[in-house]
């Protein structure tokens, strides 16, 4: 599966951005999409999933601020982030798999600035 993400950019604490990872491929089975991020010097950390039948998971961290979503008919998944913070800022990752993380996208900068 390949997956590719778009959307990441730079934005002012407190902003909203919107980001898109569509699959191609063998995309048949696909149940779990997601996103990570890793920031400078830290590890890779799940920020949000979502199966097929719509179940989701979040992070803590982004609990109340960022939805994920997908519209499986596009094999496409978005993460809708507002109220953004610096801290926030991070190269994020897409996934995709069966039950967990199998395979990632390049990756999108998002930048929020204080």
């Known amino acids: 599966v390949q997956l590719q993400a778009s959307g990441g950019g730079l934005v002012q604490a407190g902003g909203s951005l919107r980001l898109s990872c569509a699959a191609s491929g063998s995309i048949f089975g696909i149940n779990y999409m997601g996103w990570h991020r890793q920031a400078p010097g830290k590890q890779r950390e799940l920020v949000a999933s979502?199966?097929?039948?719509?179940?989701?998971n979040y992070a803590d961290f982004v609990k109340g601020r960022f939805t994920i979503s997908r519209d499986n008919a596009k094999s496409t998944v978005y993460l809708q982030m507002n109220s953004l913070k610096p801290e926030d800022t991070g190269v994020y990752y897409c996934n995709a798999g069966t039950m967990a993380p199998r395979d990632w996208g390049k990756g999108t900068q998002v930048t929020v600035s204080s």
């Open positions: 979502m199966t097929r039948s719509g179940s989701t």
